[in-house]
């Protein structure tokens, strides 16, 4: 069973065929003026318009690079340069993915030796909660005048935590300060936030082949190529350009989108699964991101007194491959630096993703084994622990299904102290007043209201789920 | 036909199957610590043995890059800021690859916005002779005490010229200068030459898939990665590793290795055909670059009175893909670097490059086809054109196989004086005493002994060829 879709996604089957079929077709230099490149040419044209059309830009806005590293890498440094008249400043949350963090470690330090930004660059960090979700205030507050670039994922790549990107979006704005979105984890799974100027995804994440990053840059938007450029994808992106893999990776990323919303909504009950019941199923557990505003196939829990390394090799052999910590330097064995800022236990680090397609029989195995494994695990330390309790990450569902309100309501009211400080209730009601009373309770009640979402999503067969978080 | 080979090589059989296979078994995160991910780091090592025997290189020296030109910058960029204490001095020649070019203007011109080389580096330029080839002596003329990187191509991508590598290494090996070596044009199908510092090269040059470049770096060889820098690829190319791509790449080297000796020899002979031919079925053309320090597959005309990119497409309509100007500005109509260096006439250009499998019965339909195709373009200007004639682009051959010497070098001596000055004689000889005699007798007149080449090229069924130039 491969559980680690957030790392690479499997091939998906269509971009298979895309793959092969434009092996076949699309294999010419797309800048030759013969028929073999026109026609490698009229097919890049038509994947750079799907893959336009499905993130919400133009397709001229589009540059395919050969990773999302290097989208990243290109649209920071790309961004800096080109806003370089307004300052050298740079601001990005605590828990981007590691490639936003090199470069701002590099332009932050300088190391004019190695190319780096003689001027010396300076750099904010934005701290996140402890769910890893940064507030858009907190965000407002570190833009100053001389602020260059603000970065901010669409959604963590470790926890799934959804960022408030469009809010934040919001104060860029006012602030005119060219704001890049990371939506590496998201593309082809959600929408892409509105607002961004900047945008970086990678294809092999979303079932797309290796090989292909994409950098949408708004029009208007200040930017000068970091490096030395050629006529290539507008000037953006050096190099010979991979048409066959950009081909299979807009018919999968079409493909992706369209299966989204079952697969969405299925993804999610299973990962609510996991949410509630390894708390119940493992002792010293702690499901770590936030339990609501979170994508829809990742869950991240840590396990006290034991090493993510040897659990994962202990999950690789009952025929579970997941990941643990950073997912970008679990080979070096640095603790991750997302658990870290959001102040979370970072050891028996495990981080589930979901591809499409996977069965719930999968994830109940996967529910059977674990305990045994981590048991395994923890018995030569010979440790006496407490029976396994439920803990914040835990959501409490009150069906309500079926009840005119202000039933709901008072429902909810009645029951919220059940539920720890910090933990979440999910009201499932078809009720459409329920859509403004509930709310309005949490507004009266100091209560934090976080959303809503299908009430299938929680075990109801019809309505909407309202989730609110106990604040006090 | 496809005859633009050196713009990019079909995908060859031997990397479609790789491909195939490594999308099934090499899909996932190389970095990865379960089982689907150690194998595909597996797959991963050995595609680096083996491009690393085919290149005479270690594996450890060698990273995969997304492209050529990826692999030229970084070369390039990490190797001028890992000898940045020697100064920023950059030499390189002026037929360089485009993307040399590029990294060399922004070195040379500071452009601090767009993160460029904030000190301001310098650049030298080697001039070429009219053959398209750097003179040795005058590539170590101009290396200098701060000069921190030198740039040679093995080969030319336009003309098809080798270049005197070995010796220019020796001068920069003296001069403690790094010598990187461009092979993108002739690795897989001619041995790289020895002496490289850096070495760079591209899989779809040599029939592997588009997304694969080779950046190797030999120990001991200081280097400074250009890029915020991730643990990949030993720190030097960041991003997710395109393992089914360079796996697809390896074995296609391996194989077109395997395939060179036979075709080479092939295909060098049809080219010698269409150099010898062109000029007696067309009138006003010059078969430009070294007739015979040349790679095997690659040969280039222009034609007066004509544009480049007319002949393109009616040689297109006609069934054969050509290119035209330089490289990798084709698309922006601008006029070849290479051929202006070379101070040959740019106008009316046609690059023919051969693929292996390049069957002979297309090649003469290609010398049917273009005094056809070019009188057609040349007929609305109504021009008296003269007669086609040779031109010093000729060889001429003197077949004294089975004769003793010192009979080959007096029927040398006798019919030189047939070929122009800067005209080339082949003297088909099987005497062994032929290879001292011929070079002797060159010394002795003040002719240029150029070397030998399988007499096969020539026609002759065994024995060698002795290339002599005519100087005076």
Redesign the interface.
């Given at each position: 069973m491969?559980f680690?879709v957030a790392?690479?996604a499997?091939?998906h089957p269509v971009a298979?065929q895309a793959?092969t079929a434009a092996?076949d077709e699309g294999?010419?230099?797309p800048?030759?003026?013969?028929?073999?490149?026109r026609q490698a040419r009229m097919l890049l044209d038509a994947a750079r318009e799907t893959v336009a059309a499905v993130l919400g830009a133009r397709a001229d806005e589009i540059a395919f690079t050969?990773?999302?590293?290097?989208a990243v890498?290109l649209g920071m440094?790309g961004a800096?340069?080109g806003n370089?008249r307004r300052g050298g400043h740079l601001v990005h949350s605590a828990v981007e993915h590691?490639?936003v963090l090199?470069?701002a470690?590099?332009w932050g330090s300088p190391?004019?030796?190695?190319?780096g930004?003689?001027?010396g660059g300076s750099v904010s960090v934005v701290p996140v909660d402890r769910t890893g979700r940064v507030s858009a205030d907190g965000f407002a507050g570190l833009l100053r005048a001389d602020t260059a670039l603000a970065v901010l994922q669409s959604a963590n790549h470790e926890v799934g935590t959804v960022q408030p990107v469009e809010e934040v979006a919001g104060f860029c704005r006012e602030a005119q300060v060219p704001l890049l979105v990371d939506a590496a984890q998201s593309a082809g799974r959600v929408d892409v936030p509105a607002g961004w100027s900047l945008l970086t995804a990678?294809a092999?994440k979303w079932g797309g082949?290796?090989?292909v990053?994409v950098l949408a840059v708004r029009k208007g938007v200040r930017y000068?190529?970091?490096?030395?450029?050629?006529?290539r994808e507008g000037g953006r992106v050096?190099?010979?350009?991979?048409?066959?893999?950009i081909v299979a990776a807009a018919a999968s990323l079409r493909a992706v989108r369209a299966e989204a919303e079952q697969e969405n909504a299925r993804l999610h009950a299973l990962v609510e699964r996991i949410r509630a019941r390894v708390p119940q199923l493992v002792p010293e557990v702690e499901v770590v991101g936030d339990p609501v505003r979170r994508l829809p196939h990742i869950v991240t829990f840590s396990c006290l007194y034991v090493d993510g390394?040897v659990l994962?090799?202990e999950?690789?052999r009952a025929g579970?491959?997941?990941?643990s910590g950073s997912s970008?330097?679990?080979?070096?064995l640095t603790p991750s630096h997302v658990l870290a800022a959001m102040g979370v236990l970072t050891e028996g680090n495990v981080r589930v993703s979901l591809p499409y397609g996977t069965a719930e029989a999968d994830v109940e195995r996967f529910l059977t084994v674990l305990p045994e494994v981590v048991a395994g695990v923890r018995a030569p330390l010979g440790l006496d622990l407490p029976a396994p309790k439920a803990t914040t990450a835990e959501t409490l569902v009150i069906d309500a299904l079926g009840k005119r309100c202000p039933l709901p309501v008072i429902e909810l009211a009645k029951r919220i102290g059940e539920v720890p400080a910090g933990g979440t209730v999910a009201v499932l009601a078809d009720d459409e007043a329920a859509r403004l009373d509930i709310p309005a309770w949490c507004e009266m009640r100091g209560q934090e209201y976080v959303g809503e979402a299908p009430a299938a999503d929680f075990g109801g067969d019809r309505g909407s789920a309202y989730l609110v978080r106990r604040t006090t």
């Open positions: 491969y680690d790392s690479t499997p091939l298979r793959l092996l294999w010419a230099d800048a030759r003026l013969y028929r073999s490149g050969a990773s999302g590293t290097q890498q440094l800096l340069a370089r590691s490639s090199h470069v470690e590099r190391r004019p030796e190695a190319g930004e003689a001027d990678s092999h082949p290796p090989g990053g000068a190529s970091p490096l030395p450029a050629d006529e050096p190099g010979y350009v991979n048409v066959p893999a390394e994962l090799t999950l690789d579970f491959a997941v990941s970008c330097t679990s080979s070096t």
